[in-house]
C-alpha cells in the first residue's frame, strides 16, 4: 500500500509545512559575503534556510563567532538550519583540502537541525554500491555530530536514483532524502518525470520519507517538481536575481526595479541589495503557500497552468499521467 503524501515535517520539536524552500547561503557566484546573508535571513526570521559548512570553516576568527552566535539565535527561534556539506564551494574553487574531517569538525562545533552528509560525488555504477556507500557515510558522520541530525544525499545516475534512494530510506528511515536536480535528466520533463520515479519508489515504503531537490530554487521549477512529489528545495536564485511576482519568473538583480511596487517593502530602510533580497524571500515564502494549498485542494494543475503555457501542460501530462 502507497503512503500518503505528507504536508508537515518533524524536526527538532519543529512542525515544518513542506513543500518548503532553503534559501542557499553561499561564496559561490553571490554579491554579498555569507555572513550578510545569514544576517539578513536571521533578522527577518525566514522559515529556513541552508548554510555552507565550507564556508563556515573558512571564516575569519570575528565572522565565525558572529555566525555561531547567529546560528544559535536561529535555532534558539525555530528557524530550521541546513547545513551542507561544502562540497558544492569546494569543486567551484577547486579545493582538493576539503575533507570529511573538515565537515566533521564544523558540524561539532555550531548549532544545526540537520546536515546533508558528506557526499561521494563520484558515486557507484550499481544501485546496491551507492546505497552502501551513502549509509556507511551517514552513519559516520551522525557518529561525529552532537546535536542535529545527518540525512543523505544520493548521487549516481538518472535511472538508478529511484531504487537507490528506496534502498537508503529503507536502512537509515532518515527524516530527509536529497537528490541532486543536475540529476534528474537533461530537461526539465525528463527531470520531472525522474522526480516522480523517486517519489513512486519511496511512496512504497511504511512512512513517508521527504524528498528533497537539490539546487532547485527556479520558483516554476519548484512547483512542477513539487507537483510530482518533491517535498523541500534549494538554491541560491533567490540572492542572485529578482523575482516577478505575477509570472513567477526570475530576472537579473538590478531588473528588481521593474517589480519593486508587488511587495510593501516601505518598513524596511535598507540598501538596494538587501531590499531586493527582502523581495524574493517574501515571494518565496508567498509562493510555496500557494502550491502547497493547490496540492492539497488537488488543483496543481490548474495553477501550473496559470503560469506555464498549455504545450507545456501536456507535456506534462503526457509524461506523468498519474499526476495530471
Known amino acids: 500500500m502507497k503512503t500518503e503524501r505528507e504536508y508537515t515535517l518533524g524536526i527538532g520539536g519543529i512542525i515544518l509545512p513542506i513543500p518548503c524552500f532553503f534559501p542557499s547561503i553561499s561564496c559561490i557566484k553571490t554579491n554579498l559575503s555569507p555572513i550578510e546573508y545569514l544576517r539578513l535571513i536571521t533578522a527577518i526570521k525566514y522559515s529556513t534556510f541552508l548554510i555552507s559548512a565550507y564556508d ?12 555561531n552566535s547567529l546560528l544559535n539565535s536561529s535555532v534558539k527561534n525555530n528557524q530550521v538550519v541546513l547545513l551542507d556539506s561544502g ?79 528506496y534502498q537508503v530510506a529503507e536502512q537509515l528511515r532518515p527524516i530527509l532524502l536529497a537528490v541532486p536536480e543536475r540529476a534528474l535528466g537533461e530537461g526539465i520533463f525528463e527531470r520531472a518525470e525522474t522526480v516522480y520515479k523517486i517519489r513512486s519508489a519511496l511512496n512504497d515504503l511504511d512512512y513517508y520519507c521527504p524528498l528533497h531537490l537539490l539546487g532547485t530554487g527556479n520558483p516554476l521549477s519548484i512547483l512542477i517538481y513539487a507537483a510530482c512529489g518533491a517535498d523541500s528545495f534549494d538554491g541560491l536564485e533567490w540572492c542572485q536575481t529578482s523575482v516577478d511576482y505575477f509570472s513567477g519568473r526570475l530576472f537579473h538583480f538590478h531588473h528588481w526595479d521593474f517589480f519593486s511596487d508587488q511587495a510593501d517593502l516601505s518598513r524596511y530602510d535598507l540598501p538596494y541589495n538587501h531590499t531586493v533580497l527582502i523581495h524574493n524571500l517574501l515571494f518565496y515564502r508567498r509562493w510555496l503557500e500557494e502550491v502547497s494549498t493547490a496540492l492539497k485542494e488537488e488543483r496543481i494543475e490548474n495553477l501550473i497552468a496559470s503560469y506555464l503555457s498549455d504545450r507545456v501542460v501536456e507535456q506534462l501530462r503526457f509524461r506523468i499521467q498519474e499526476v495530471f
Do not use: M
Not at 552528509?117 to 552502501?132: G, L, R, W, Y
Not at 551522525?142 to 549516481?156: A, C, D, K, N, Y
Open 87 to 165: 562540497n558544492y564551494e569546494s569543486y567551484w574553487k577547486n579545493d582538493k583540502t576539503w575533507v570529511a574531517q573538515n565537515f566533521i569538525e564544523v558540524c561539532s562545533k555550531v548549532s544545526f537541525h540537520i546536515a546533508f552528509c558528506f557526499d561521494n560525488q563520484n558515486p557507484s555504477d550499481t544501485v546496491e554500491k551507492i546505497a552502501e556507500d551513502v549509509v556507511r557515510t551517514v552513519l559516520r558522520d551522525q557518529e561525529s555530530v552532537l546535536t542535529g541530525t545527518i540525512v543523505p544525499i544520493v548521487h549516481g545516475r538518472r535511472e538508478l536514483l529511484p531504487k537507490a534512494s
Open 56 to 67: 563556515i570553516y573558512h571564516a575569519s576568527i570575528e565572522d565565525r563567532s558572529e555566525i
